[in-house]
């Protein structure tokens, strides 16, 4: 196999808990960044011409309209966006123009964060994971990562993995066989950390492939299929990077460690309960999922009132803005892609999903380099 000199293996880098700087800026230079926020309409699923793309939503450049509706055109409503892709875009697309920024900054310190939000059935999982044809941000995250270390040859990094699920507000180990129930705790040395959540020290790009795969493998599907399961639950991939430089006998800039996790999410979807006409068992899901995305919309909204009017932001109010609140309004650089779904029938959620990505763009972090 394939073997980069420049990763280590097993020597940690630094000694102090990454997550720890997720959390924490100082005073050392950091830049105003807003979340960069795109949209992408999915192609139509089924046959019916009636759903084809360009029917409702008319996109133009950056902007996304509502066009028709119910037979009658509508003149209103567009949204502005940093990109939007539209049913001919590819992840090669994506990743190009909304992710690739976040991972090489990652490569030089800076946290950072890509995640997917839509109702299901709108391309979350398959611009994040993607299909057997066209890799999607993951697998290109990952390949990038690898692929650029080998060209930098004057810094050593150690690349740890982790994989985890939020269902039920329950946050499960994937890397690992075993339910696990892991517990959110805070201290003041290591800040916010998922206790107990296996991070695999990993030196090639098919090495954390295979990983993910194993993971997907250890979703507990229990009382529910997986479709269910994958459309209710968040799953976070992320890699912790360190580096430095590898001269350590040179005082310079080279000698600094360097420490980021980027994380990589896949959430649930975003519909409303309602639709589902869910009970019993799918019901207390819903609940659940409701909870955790109505925190992460009530982060949202909070956040794009600006800092005068911000207030509290209700982070702790779930695990999963507990997990992304450097992303959101943090030290991070965070890119968010909004999945929608051309057909008519969708039209009410895909209106949600575009003003929930309204909101975010208005966020902005707070962005430094981790060393
Ligand atoms: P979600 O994860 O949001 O529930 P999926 O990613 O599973 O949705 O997508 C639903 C279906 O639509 C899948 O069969 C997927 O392959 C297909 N699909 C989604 N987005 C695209 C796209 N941009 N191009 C082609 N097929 C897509
Ligand atoms: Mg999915």
Redesign the pocket.
């Known amino acids: 196999m394939h073997r980069i000199s420049n990763v280590v293996k097993e020597k940690r880098v630094v000694a102090e808990p990454a997550i720890a700087l997720q959390n924490r800026i100082t005073e050392k230079s950091s830049k105003m960044e807003k979340i960069c926020v795109a949209v992408?309409l999915?192609?139509p699923?089924s046959e019916d011409s009636s759903s084809a793309v360009g029917t409702f939503w008319k996109v133009e450049d950056n902007r996304i309209s509502l066009h028709k509706i119910h037979g009658t055109p509508l003149s209103a409503s567009s949204h502005a966006f940093d990109h939007i892709?539209d049913?001919r875009?590819t992840?090669a697309n994506v990743y190009e123009l909304l992710a690739k920024d976040v991972i090489h900054a990652a490569l030089d310190g800076f946290n950072g964060t890509a995640f997917?939000y839509?109702?299901?059935?709108?391309?979350?999982?398959?611009?994040m994971?993607g299909?057997e044809t066209?890799a999607g941000v993951i697998p290109r995250a990952v390949r990038d990562i690898f692929g650029t270390i080998e060209t930098m040859s004057d810094r050593e990094f150690l690349i740890r993995v982790s994989y985890m699920e939020i269902y039920n507000e329950e946050i499960n180990d994937l890397l690992v066989v075993e339910n696990q129930k892991l517990q959110i705790h805070e201290s003041l040395e290591r800040g916010v950390f998922v206790s107990g959540l296996k991070e695999e020290i990993v030196n090639n790009a098919e090495q954390v492939l295979d990983l993910i795969k194993a993971g997907e493998v250890n979703r507990h599907f229990g009382e529910t299929n997986m479709n269910v399961r994958?459309?209710r639950s968040h799953t976070i991939f992320r890699m912790v990077i360190e580096s430095k430089g590898k001269d350590s006998n040179d005082c310079s800039i080279n000698d600094v460690v360097r420490v980021s996790v980027l994380n990589l999410v896949?959430l649930a979807?975003s519909e409303r309960i309602a639709k589902t006409g869910a009970d019993g068992v799918r019901l207390k899901e819903g609940k659940y999922i409701n909870k955790s995305l109505m925190v992460l919309g009530n982060v949202i909204n909070k956040l794009s009132e600006g800092s005068k009017q911000r207030g509290h932001i209700p982070y702790r109010d779930s695990k999963l803005t507990r997990i992304l609140q450097p992303a959101l309004g943090g030290n991070a650089k965070t890119s968010i892609i909004c999945?929608i779904a051309p057909e008519e029938i969708h039209i009410e959620e895909t209106r949600g999903t575009l003003q929930f990505a309204s909101r975010a763009k208005r966020i902005t972090n707070c962005v430094q380099v981790n060393e």
């Open positions: 992408r999915r192609p699923v892709f049913e875009s992840n997917a839509g109702q299901t059935s709108s391309g979350k999982t398959f611009t994971n299909s066209d994958s459309s896949d979807g999945t």
